[in-house]
């Protein structure tokens, strides 16, 4: 239930950042579109954030043509991750097998540079 709350809040702080921060709304519009999920293994928990210079929306689920899904062991893996998404956690993440990257590695970091303006 927490890390379903988080994804919805993540949408949430998404939408606020692209009207607000008018660095990441810069940083969106060199992407131009950027999709991407984040689920646990089994995929019992999914959700999807498809991001565009002029809207964000967010839905339940995963579709098959996201640009990265970032894949949770579990939901207290995907719970701590989410808490501090910086670069230190993900290598950690990914190293000890808690993350695995569905997807190019290079759309990670473009994640990241996102994900820093919400702070």
């Known amino acids: 239930m927490k890390l379903r709350l988080m ?4 949408g949430v702080m998404l939408k606020r950042a ?3 921060n008018p660095r990441f709304r810069d940083t969106l519009a060199t992407l131009q ?3 991407w999920g984040v689920a646990t293994e089994d995929l019992s928990l ?3 954030y498809r991001m ?4 964000i929306t967010d839905a339940p689920g995963l579709p098959i043509d996201l640009d990265l899904e970032l894949r949770f062991r ?3 893996s995907g719970v701590a991750f989410l808490k501090r998404p910086t670069s230190h956690t993900f290598f950690e993440g ?3 097998g808690r993350l695995r990257l569905v ?3 290079r759309d990670l970091e473009r994640l990241q540079g996102l994900l820093k303006h919400l702070r």
């Not at 565009?52 to 809207?55: G, K, S």
């Open 103 to 105: 997807g190019d590695s």
């Open 74 to 76: 579990d939901a207290a």
């Open 18 to 20: 692209r009207r607000r």
């Open 52 to 55: 565009r210079p002029d809207a």
């Open 94 to 96: 990914l190293r000890s």
């Open 46 to 48: 999914a959700r999807h």
């Open 7 to 10: 994804l919805w809040l993540l």
């Open 33 to 35: 579109r950027f999709d």
